[in-house]
Nanobody, 121 residues
């Protein structure tokens, strides 16, 4: 079984920064990508960022230039550094994992419980 646990969400002012963390309990795939989706109130879940098994990254247009996804030193850990946050970034952020050779994530196989990010003054 795989479990994904997110942390690091909270309340920040516009222009501020947050760093989200995700820890996975295992690695069931020989090739996989990990990343982040988010869901704002009244909106569909959307892709944010992903990193492949060979550390190639992919970002949504809304995240490019502001967000950075990376792997940690520990096995099956991933981070999302979010800078220059905007009110429209307010959402529940979900850590995901997909068995794929690609850098992008289309159909996550596993989802975390989510962590709330609120950007407001």
């Amino acid at each position: 079984q795989v479990q994904l646990v997110e942390s690091g969400g909270g309340l920040v002012q516009p222009g501020g920064s947050l760093k989200l963390s995700c820890a996975a309990s295992g690695r069931p795939f020989s090739r996989y990508a990990m990343g982040w989706f988010r869901q704002a109130p009244g909106k569909e879940r959307e892709f944010v960022a992903a990193i492949s098994w060979i550390d190639i990254t992919d970002y949504a247009d809304s995240a490019k230039g502001r967000f950075t996804i990376s792997r940690g030193n520990a096995e099956n850990t991933v981070f999302l550094q979010m800078n220059s946050l905007k009110p429209e970034d307010t959402a529940v952020y979900y850590c995901v994992m997909e068995g794929t050779r690609a850098a992008t994530i289309r159909r996550p196989d596993y989802w975390g419980q989510g962590t709330q990010v609120t950007v407001s003054s």
